[in-house]
């Protein structure tokens, strides 16, 4: 799209003189910087323009300032081809949450009519701060603290993020492991989770449940399968899988103040998968770009194959009509809005921080606006797809135990490593689907997996200046974060295991975490920058103005939507318990607290540290903390027409630097 001209009110001019101490250089003369020569701006560095925030910034109307920094500069890395970036953004964001929790969502707020809050949620929070990150990424060319140099007051942002998003890969990998070691077990003639014959099966282990046969009152001391139990004993009786889950892969003690052995297999797959996350991140996005390609696309074509098995099989109608059957009552209860919402900042990957890091690596002038409505459009239409395949399967695994839907629909890894491979396992060809299945799995959460290691090792890199640059600095950067977060992960693989990684999930990259984050991004980006002016900004990057609508939703609606759903979180808190048995102690809950505001309080902590630190009044240590410092880049990418530029001579009194206000 051929870029458009702003109107000259969005877009007055700064001009920065060039004094005898500081010189913005401009010229092919003799003594002058060769970049000059072909009439492009020279990068100015902070020690050119007085250095810092307070130095050699041009004055802007509102009396905003700007900074240029850039000592040792390196020119950021781009995508080969645009469809890197879509293709990692797909494959971060569309995860595992969208295949076991938004189907079981759907169906318990009231199938079809879920849609309807889910969209308008959509609408007005979760493309809005998709954007965001997207655009903001893209214009500070930074990850996900550094590009908080748009308002350096709020850094703290950047802090929360890279912490929550640290704790994600810590636990998030888990769910990877488990995979790993599902498809490893599923390379077998006999499924092990299949049958009560193993040596980690109890005596209460039951292979099929003859409900059908229990129905009549006077058979309820008769015995049913092949085993002695009754009737009566039907309550007590367990199935072969979830002995497998509990038994075998968990092995899971008693409590958090057991936590036991170490399981040795399940460490193994865990450090196995860690090794392909570092090989998939180690060269940076241009590796990353091209395994995606493959990590993205391949759960569609298995989501379709087993899409296809599953309408085929006996009770497949019945469990789609449970998923998309409206009950509309429901839109009357506070609890399928929250949902609602809460899914949505969990499935968009919002407010961890890795968005802004892939946006990062855009072009300058790439079309962000556009390409945030095509992602959304494909994580929530993956969602929705995705509700078909897995109710299919339900469906006919509910009809063959001869219960309702109810009994069967789960969600999370109760879905994943319970539901759904019970259902492969009662399939013809059993271990070709669980395979295929595990194989999905896997990829799904891969992709998820080492784009946010990317967005993790992208905001540590750049806190480190061009000084430091090596050339084996990214490879021992991931090296190290993927080491850490494998030794905390130990925790994860003892017996205890599920109670930490329970705890981790409910807590440190939690709804109430994200939500906090999101608040705050918009009421940075919209009230303290300024909303118009952001605007102006990504007009300068996409050649026309995004929809006002984007504008409201930062300056009013998404930051109430956020903080409504928190406070609702916070009002209707419940204690953290595991199969709703076990109740967490105090000290366990009080970890989890920890960790919740470990990145929470970076906000506050930081903005109150800055401001204490700083010199003046006031208004003083304000305006001068909320002033943007600026990159080389932004010099290169938003002068009005350079060319003309270069004919300028060092001495004359002509020899300014032009800089558009929208930038500057």
Request: hydrophobic share 45%; net charge neutral; glycine share 10%.
């Amino acid at each position: 799209m051929e870029k458009q001209a702003l109107p000259a009110s969005s877009c007055s001019l700064v001009l920065m003189e060039e004094t005898k101490k500081n010189h913005l250089i401009l010229s092919n003369g003799n003594g002058f910087p060769p970049a000059a020569t072909n009439g492009s701006l020279v990068p100015v560095t902070a020690a050119a323009v007085g250095g810092g925030v307070a130095g050699g910034a041009g004055q802007d109307k509102r009396g905003g300032g700007a900074s240029i920094v850039g000592p040792g500069y390196q020119e950021r890395e781009t995508w080969t081809r645009q469809m890197d970036f879509i293709m990692s953004c797909v494959g971060f964001a569309v995860g595992l949450g969208n295949v076991w929790r938004f189907p079981y969502l759907c169906y318990k707020n009231g199938g079809g009519v879920f849609l309807i809050p889910y969209l308008l949620i959509v609408f007005v929070g979760g493309i809005p701060i998709f954007f965001l990150e997207i655009a903001l990424g893209q214009f500070m060319k930074a990850g996900s603290i550094n590009v908080w140099n748009i308002a350096p007051l709020f850094k703290g942002l950047g802090y929360a993020s890279m912490v929550i998003v640290f704790f994600c890969n810590t636990y998030y990998i888990m769910v990877l492991a488990w995979g790993f070691y599902y498809l490893i077990k599923s390379f077998s003639s006999t499924l092990p989770w299949s049958t009560c014959e193993n040596e980690w099966n109890t005596p209460n282990c039951l292979e099929i449940f003859h409900h059908q046969d229990c129905k009549n009152a006077t058979m309820a001391n008769n015995t049913v399968g092949s085993g002695n139990l009754t009737c009566a004993d039907l309550s007590d009786a367990r199935s072969p899988i979830i002995e497998f889950w509990e038994n075998k892969v968990l092995n899971i003690s008693s409590g958090l103040d057991e936590p036991g052995q170490i399981n040795w297999e399940l460490m193994l797959c865990l450090m196995a998968v860690w090794v392909l996350v570092y090989f998939c991140v180690w060269k940076g996005v241009k590796s990353t770009g091209k395994i995606v390609y493959f990590t993205a696309t391949f759960p569609y074509v298995v989501l379709i194959i087993l899409l296809v098995r599953g309408v085929t099989l006996p009770g497949a109608y019945d469990g789609i009509m449970y998923y998309i059957k409206p009950n509309w009552s429901k839109l009357e209860e506070a609890q399928v809005w929250i949902d609602a919402g809460t899914q949505i900042f969990f499935s968009y990957a919002i407010g961890l921080g890795a968005l802004t890091a892939l946006g990062s690596y855009n072009r300058f002038n790439n079309d962000c606006y556009k390409d945030a409505f095509v992602l959304a459009l494909i994580n929530s239409g993956t969602s929705f797809f995705a509700g078909f395949v897995v109710f299919s399967i339900l469906g006919f695994m509910a009809a063959e135990q001869g219960v309702d839907i109810s009994q069967v629909a789960e969600s999370g890894p109760g879905l994943a490593f319970i539901a759904y491979p019970k259902a492969v396992s009662l399939m013809p060809v059993a271990p070709l689907w669980a395979a295929l299945f595990f194989f999905m799995l896997l990829l799904l959460g891969l992709d998820s997996q080492f784009v946010g290691v990317e967005g993790f090792v992208t905001g540590i890199l750049d806190l480190l200046p061009g000084k430091y640059f090596y050339r084996y600095k990214r490879e021992i950067a991931v090296a190290i974060c993927c080491l850490l977060c494998f030794i905390i992960d130990l925790s994860m693989v003892t017996q205890g295991g599920m109670y930490v990684f329970q705890l981790f999930d409910y807590y440190s990259a939690s709804g109430m975490t994200l939500l906090w984050q999101s608040f705050w991004e918009c009421i940075v980006v919209a009230w303290v920058y300024g909303a118009d002016r952001f605007m102006d900004d990504v007009a300068r990057m996409i050649g026309y103005r995004p929809f006002p609508w984007m504008k409201w939703c930062w300056s009013f609606i998404t930051p109430c939507v956020c903080m409504g759903i928190f406070l609702f979180h916070l009002v209707n808190y419940k204690q953290l318990s595991y199969n709703n048995t076990y109740v967490y102690p105090w000290w366990g809950e009080v970890i989890g607290w920890c960790l919740a505001l470990s990145s929470m309080l970076c906000i506050p902590i930081s903005l109150f540290y800055k401001l204490f630190r700083a010199k003046g009044t006031f208004r003083e240590r304000w305006a001068h903390l909320t002033t943007p410092v600026w990159g080389p880049h932004h010099l290169e990418y938003m002068a009005p027409d350079i060319k003309s530029l270069s004919s300028l001579t060092p001495g004359s009194d002509d020899n300014k630097v032009i800089i558009f206000e929208s930038v500057m």
